[in-house]
C-alpha cells in the first residue's frame, strides 16, 4: 500500500494553511516578519483563520497573530523596570507594584502553568486570592490571614496596569482586551475593610489632654494641618514660615524624599500651633521640625541644626563614597537608603514612634480600635466639609491630586480658578474655630503650662 498523502496546502489570499503533526497551521509573512502558528484541530476552523488573517492584512492593520508572547516573570521584570527607570515612579509605588505582582509569580508557580502571560486565567488568579494566607506583618512565623478584600482588590489593579503595558509592548494578541479589566475597582466589593476613626471635638480634646508633652505637638500638628505622616517627618524648619503663618510642603528628591501625590502646597497655620511649632523649635535654625524624643540637637552630631543643601551635601558624599567603595552606580534604592540614614542623623522622626505612642494614648481614653495617625488627616478633612469650605481650597489644602487630567470633580472650573492665599488661610482659620477647645489647650502648652 503506498503511504497516505496529507492534506496539500491550500491558501486563502496572502495566507497558506496546511496540515502538519496532528494540527492545522497557518502561514504568512508579516512586513519581513514569517509567522507560522498552530490555528486549529480541523480544516474549516484552519480555513476561517486565514481568512480573518488576510483581511487583516488587506488593511495594514495588526494580525491577530503579530505580537511578542511572553513569561509572566519576564513580564514582570519589564514591568518593574519600566516604572523604576522610565516612569520613575517613586520607590514606595515600585515596592507595592513589586509585592503585589508577586502574587502572580506565585499562582503560575504552584501550578506550573500556563507559560505565557497571554494564557493567564484571572477568574482562577481571583479564587487564589481569596483564598490564600499570609502573615499580616510578614514575618514567617506569624499566624497566617487571608488576604483582606482591600488588598487583593490592589493585587488585582496591579495586575491590570501589569497587562495594560503587556498591551502597548505587543505581548497580548491583537482584537484581546485586558483579561484584567473588568476585574477590581467598583466593581471589586470591600467587605472588610479597616475601620477608619473620625475625631470629635470632645475626643480631640480628650486625645490632647492624655499626650504627653512629646506626643502633644505631632499630634496637634496632624490634627490642625491634614498633613500626612511622611510630611510631618521630613517637613525642615526652612519650610515653616510663622510670622506669616504658612507651612510649605515640598518635594525633597535630593534628600530621598517626595510627597506620595508630588503635589507641593501651602497650609495656613492658626495662631495657636504657630504658637506650638514656635516652642518646639525652639533655638534651633535648622533641621527637621519634629526630633525624635531621645535626640539631643545640643550634643555633636554632625548634622544637628543642618539646613537642606547641608543635608543635600551629606548624601551626596555619602553616596559617592559607597560608589567607590562598590565600584559602580547605586540603585536609586540604594541611594535612598543612605538618604534615609542622613535624616535618621539630623534627628528625624520614624513613622512607627509616631504610631505607637498614638495607639497607646488612645488606648488611654477608651479608643481601643483606633490605631491609625491617619485618623487626624480624615478629621481635618472632615472638618473643613462641616465648615463648609470650598471644595477646590480643601482639595489644595490636602494635597489631593485631580482625578483626571480635566480638572477632577470640579471640571475645568478647577483649571480656570485660582485660589487666593488670603482667602485660603481665612477659610482654614474658620473652620479650625469650630473646635475651640483644643485651640485654647494649645495656648496654654506653647506657653509652658499643663495640658
Not at 26 to 31: L, T, V
Not at 202 to 229: M, Q, V
Not at 405 to 431: C, F, N, V, W
Request: aromatic content about 8%; glycine content about 6%; proline content about 5%.
Amino acid at each position: 500500500m503506498g503511504r497516505s498523502r496529507k492534506p496539500c496546502r491550500k491558501r486563502v489570499g496572502r495566507v497558506s494553511y496546511y496540515f502538519h503533526h496532528g494540527g492545522w497551521y497557518i502561514y504568512y509573512r508579516d512586513g519581513r516578519h514569517q509567522v507560522r502558528r498552530r490555528v486549529a484541530e480541523d480544516e474549516q476552523t484552519a480555513a476561517i483563520a486565514a481568512a480573518e488573517v488576510n483581511a487583516q492584512l488587506a488593511a495594514n492593520a495588526p494580525t491577530q497573530f503579530s505580537f511578542c508572547p511572553i513569561s509572566v516573570p519576564e513580564l514582570r521584570r519589564r514591568f518593574l523596570d519600566h516604572h523604576e527607570h522610565v516612569r520613575r515612579s517613586s520607590l514606595g509605588t515600585v515596592r507595592r507594584y513589586r509585592s503585589a505582582t508577586q502574587h502572580l509569580i506565585d499562582f503560575v508557580e504552584d501550578r506550573g502553568r500556563p507559560k505565557y502571560a497571554h494564557q493567564i486565567d484571572p477568574d482562577e488568579f481571583v479564587r487564589h486570592l481569596r483564598n490564600k494566607r499570609v502573615p499580616p506583618n510578614g514575618h514567617p512565623n506569624a499566624k497566617k490571614k487571608r488576604l483582606c478584600d482591600k488588598t487583593a482588590c490592589f493585587i488585582v489593579e496591579t495586575c491590570r496596569s501589569l497587562y495594560g503595558f503587556a498591551g502597548k509592548k505587543r505581548h497580548l494578541p491583537p482584537y484581546v482586551e485586558n483579561p484584567f479589566s473588568g476585574i477590581g475597582g467598583k466593581h471589586f466589593h470591600i467587605e472588610d475593610a479597616k475601620f477608619v476613626y473620625v475625631f470629635d471635638a470632645e475626643s480631640e480634646l480628650a486625645f490632647l489632654r492624655a499626650a504627653d508633652e512629646w506626643s502633644f505637638a505631632i499630634n496637634f500638628t496632624l490634627a490642625k494641618t491634614g498633613l500626612r505622616t511622611g510630611e510631618l517627618i521630613h517637613l525642615l524648619i526652612e519650610e515653616v514660615d510663622l510670622d506669616e503663618g504658612w507651612l510649605h510642603v515640598h518635594n525633597k528628591p535630593d534628600l530621598g524624599w517626595r510627597i506620595k501625590t508630588r503635589r507641593e502646597r501651602s497650609i495656613p497655620l492658626v495662631p495657636e500651633l504657630a504658637a506650638v511649632i514656635r516652642r518646639v523649635i525652639g533655638n534651633r535654625a535648622a533641621g527637621p521640625v519634629f526630633l525624635r524624643q531621645r535626640f539631643d540637637p545640643s550634643q555633636k552630631s554632625r548634622l544637628a541644626n543642618t539646613n537642606r543643601k547641608g543635608l543635600v551635601r551629606a548624601v551626596q558624599r555619602r553616596i559617592e563614597t559607597a560608589e567607590k567603595a562598590a565600584d559602580r552606580i547605586l540603585s536609586r534604592e540604594d541611594a535612598d537608603k543612605i538618604a534615609r540614614t542622613v535624616w535618621q542623623d539630623a534627628g528625624a522622626l520614624i513613622g512607627e514612634r509616631i504610631r505607637k505612642p498614638f495607639i497607646r494614648i488612645a488606648e488611654s481614653i477608651g479608643l481601643d480600635d483606633v490605631t491609625c495617625p491617619k485618623s487626624w488627616r480624615h478629621t481635618f478633612a472632615t472638618l473643613l466639609q462641616d465648615a463648609n469650605v470650598d471644595p477646590l481650597i480643601r482639595q489644595i489644602t490636602l494635597g489631593h491630586a485631580p482625578s483626571s487630567l480635566g480638572g477632577g470633580a470640579l471640571g475645568m472650573t478647577s483649571i480656570y480658578t485660582h485660589t487666593r492665599p488670603e482667602t485660603q488661610k481665612t477659610e482654614i482659620e474658620r473652620a479650625m474655630r469650630l473646635w475651640p477647645k483644643s485651640l485654647q489647650l494649645a495656648s496654654q502648652w506653647s506657653q509652658g503650662g499643663a495640658q
